[in-house]
């Protein structure tokens, strides 16, 4: 039996950008649906660092990146990697990812990433407070952590590119970094970004915003199958569900190229497998996100345990997890804090990828019944509500007051 659903609204994808956009939506008055084969926020919006990274101007490819590019690929152990038996189909993505990461189109990225984050930690301010969430956003700011003095010295270009992009960022000493962090080996700097802030809890803040977000929005937990225009709208057709919405947002995170290519856009999308591991500890020993630049990965606090996430891995989406990403994590960790025990939990999630590390914002080229508003790589949690901002505007015949010509799909 087949169950005939309409909506003003539907959008694909109830992880963070997907919720986002519906709190955005329904707060307008609109009708809309949320439609996912799991339950809200069950992937990368649960596993990833918490970080809300308005620092993060720059995209993963760069010409440091595109120098060191096979040495990062295939050396197993590099924070870049890519899965064995993955390089085939990479291919086509590769090539598109070396040429953005020339210098003049990795400074145009650059832009247009920073762009986006102008204002995201206000943002997040906002909506933590729509959705009963400030009590676990913290600003403390974060912390880049240096290894040697070679890298230490060496951040300061780093750092003033970022500034060039209206990243605050000061360079601080191994003496006001142990201010900072006590419970730190010695480090001969770090790079304080003092102004970010960072979620204590990512898994319940998306919680909270699900639920808010439900007393006035649908949820649909299935998997979307077709999608198809009409005169009138657009249909998306399920293994037991044929839903009519006047307007389809597709912001379904890694998962989102089918939808795109149903619609009209052919986009260059592939999978990130990100990683973490978890330590319960009532008081983990640090009091703000820590990344040791050269090891790819943040040391993070959270409410009742210390989370170690990240690392890249191309590899796309049905491989199993890889143990040896999680052994380089665990080694990582312990070369940090040597006395950590066994992990309490271990988790691997999928980031969906562009080769030029722009999300894709925007109606489709088939026309603005479809909207996209995935493909935010490694920001994803940090881009959602100006993501969520820009689609309600779209969906209301409104100008964004950001020139969104860098995200559409129609750059492909």
Not at 22 to 41: H, R
Not at 82 to 88: D, N, V
Not at 404 to 409: A, E, G, K, N, V
């Amino acid at each position: 039996m087949v169950q005939h659903i309409s909506s003003e609204i539907a959008v694909i994808g109830a992880g963070v950008v997907g919720l986002a956009i519906a709190e955005a939506l329904v707060a307008e008055g609109l009708e809309v649906i949320l439609v996912d084969p799991l339950p809200p926020g069950s992937g990368a919006s649960y596993g990833n660092a918490g970080t809300i990274a308005d620092y993060a101007v720059l995209p993963v490819g760069t010409p440091d990146v595109l120098k060191n590019l096979p040495s990062l690929l295939f050396n197993r152990n590099s924070p870049l990697a890519i899965r064995p038996g993955a390089l085939l189909s990479l291919t086509p993505w590769l090539t598109r990812f070396a040429r953005q990461s020339l210098p003049g189109q990795a400074a145009r990225n650059s832009q247009a990433i920073a762009n986006l984050l102008a204002g995201a930690r206000d943002l997040w301010h906002d909506l933590a407070a729509r959705i009963g969430g400030l009590d676990l956003l913290e600003q403390k700011g974060c912390l880049y952590l240096y290894e040697t003095e070679q890298a230490f010295r060496a951040a300061e270009t780093d750092m003033a590119y970022r500034r060039s992009f209206g990243v605050e960022v000061d360079l601080i000493s191994s003496r006001d970094l142990a201010h900072l962090e006590p419970d730190l080996p010695e480090f001969p700097g770090a790079a304080f970004f003092s102004g970010a802030a960072f979620l204590t809890d990512p898994g319940a803040m998306v919680q909270r915003l699900a639920q808010s977000t439900m007393q006035y929005a649908g949820l649909l937990t299935a998997r979307v199958d077709g999608l198809t225009r009409q005169f009138d709208g657009v249909v998306l057709d399920g293994p037991d569900f044929r839903l009519h919405a006047k307007k389809v947002i597709v912001a379904a995170g890694a998962h989102s190229r089918p939808f795109a290519k149903l619609a009209g856009d052919d986009v260059p999308l592939d999978t990130e497998r990100g990683y973490h591991l978890e330590w319960d500890m009532p008081a983990p020993p640090l009091n703000r996100p820590c990344s040791p630049t050269s090891r790819g990965f943040y040391l993070c606090p959270m409410s009742g345990r210390l989370r170690v996430a990240g690392t890249v891995e191309l590899g796309g989406l049905t491989a199993p997890p890889s143990q040896h990403r999680l052994d380089r994590l665990l080694e990582g960790a312990r070369a940090i804090f040597p006395d950590l025990p066994e992990p309490s939990a271990s988790w691997m999630g999928f980031r969906p990828s562009m080769p030029d590390s722009l999300p894709v914002i925007g109606p489709s080229k088939g026309g603005p019944e479809v909207i996209h508003a995935f493909g935010h790589g490694h920001i994803g949690l940090t881009l959602a509500p100006i993501t969520a901002r820009i689609v309600t505007d779209l969906v209301q015949g409104r100008e964004p007051e950001l020139d969104i010509t860098p995200y559409r799909s129609s750059r492909f």
